[in-house]
T-cell receptor, first 113, second 117 residues
Framework: SQKIEQNSEALNIQEGKTATLTCNYTNYSPAYLQWYRQDPGRGPVFLLLIRENEKEKRKERLKVTFDTTLKQSLFHITASQPADSATYLCALASAGNNRKLIWGLGTSLAVNP | ETGVTQSPTHLIKTRGQQVTLRCSSQSGHNTVSWYQQALGQGPQFIFQYYREEENGRGNFPPRFSGLQFPNYSSELNVNALELDDSALYLC????????????????FGSGTRLTVV
């Protein structure tokens, strides 16, 4: 069955450092991979989308890579800030009209001042 | 431009009852998806509507049903509520670019927290 794995343990880093989160998947060939941020009791907030034919995407302090051979995506937050503390979710979607997202469990990130 | 609005924000129901959750999609978005998120879990896809037609369904029983209206707003109905239906219900809207597929992520509402007792 399709499976998405994210770092199960919470990630604690110091302010100013780069946070790197991992998303691995099996038994799936996604056309799109997305990263979302979710704060407690709130809906996910879209951050970045990368397509299967793209290797890297950047947006301000965020960078995502997508390796379809390794079936892995890495999500980086550079110059991290305490406000970046949240749960980060990886979601995959296939091509076609049915664009349901399959989600990982998320990784909790805490940036300490 | 308004985002996705869900109502109510919180709801407590008794097992066996029925519930209707509502969602107003982001302006210009014609696709609405519903997700169920249990505590500590990732969202689980319930179904998606595109131009008022169901366009895909996850592994949820038929007592989970939905509607999309001409203004692209949507409802999620759950009949015969069970204790395990307690979760955060999320609505997400999107607008795939014709011929290019998905070029942007989904816009989610803040969700409806449903508690079944």
């Amino acid at each position: 069955s399709q499976k998405i794995e994210q770092n199960s343990e919470a990630l604690n880093i110091q302010e100013g450092k780069t946070a790197t989160l991992t998303c691995n998947y099996t038994n799936y060939s996604p056309a799109y991979l997305q990263w979302y941020r979710q704060d407690p009791g709130r809906g996910p907030v879209f951050l970045l989308l990368i397509r299967e034919n793209e290797k890297e995407k950047r947006k301000e302090r965020l960078k995502v890579t997508f390796d379809t051979t390794l079936k892995q995506s890495l999500f980086h937050i550079t110059a991290s800030q305490p406000a970046d503390s949240a749960t980060y979710l990886c979601a995959l979607a296939s091509a076609g009209n049915n664009r349901k997202l399959i989600w990982g469990l998320g990784t909790s990130l805490a940036v300490n001042p | 431009e308004t985002g996705v609005t869900q109502s109510p924000t919180h709801l407590i129901k008794t097992r066996g009852q029925q519930v209707t959750l509502r969602c107003s999609s982001q302006s210009g978005h014609n696709t609405v998806s519903w997700y169920q998120q249990a505590l500590g879990q990732g969202p689980q896809f319930i179904f998606q509507y595109y131009r008022e037609e169901e366009n895909g369904r996850g592994n949820f029983p038929p007592r989970f049903s939905g509607l999309q209206f001409p203004n692209y707003s949507s409802e999620l109905n759950v009949n015969a509520l069970e204790l395990d239906d307690s979760a955060l219900y999320l609505c997400a809207s999107s607008y795939p670019t014709p011929g290019q597929g998905l070029t942007y992520g989904y816009t989610f509402g803040s969700g409806t927290r449903l508690t079944v007792v």
